[in-house]
């Protein structure tokens, strides 16, 4: 199995920045792309940044040049560089890879169990 471990959510003042990581471990062969998502009380969960493994990145329009996805592959680690928080952007936010556990295996989403990321004065 694969378990994806987040850290760095927190209260933040709006116009804040704030800094999640996650890291992948276990039994992973491979791991494509890895991502962030978000949802906020009442709400549907959303895309927020993912990025490929060789890098490529896509995002909400709602952050982009805000937010910044990035990884590292030796480490199996995704991180959301977040900067201008805005109040709209509280939320849980989760990690999302799409891994798989064998050379013939498939790719599977596997989810953290979330962070809470809430700004407010």
């Known amino acids: 199995q694969v378990q994806l471990v987040e850290s760095g959510g927190g209260l933040v003042q709006p116009g804040g920045s704030l800094r999640l990581s996650c890291a992948a471990s276990?039994?992973?062969?491979?791991?494509?792309?890895m991502g962030w998502y978000r949802q906020a009380p009442g709400k549907q969960r959303e895309l927020v940044g993912a990025i490929t493994r060789s890098g490529s990145t896509n995002y909400a329009d709602s952050v982009k040049g805000r937010f910044t996805v990035s990884r590292d592959n030796a480490k199996n680690t995704v991180y959301l560089q977040m900067s201008s928080l805005k109040p709209e952007d509280t939320a849980v936010y989760y990690c999302?890879?799409?891994?798989?556990?064998?050379?013939?295996?498939?790719?599977?989403?596997?989810w953290g169990q979330g962070t809470q990321v809430t700004v407010s004065s």
């Open positions: 999302n890879a799409a891994g798989k556990l064998s050379f013939y295996g498939a790719f599977r989403d596997y």
């Open positions: 276990g039994m992973i062969f491979d791991i494509n792309t």
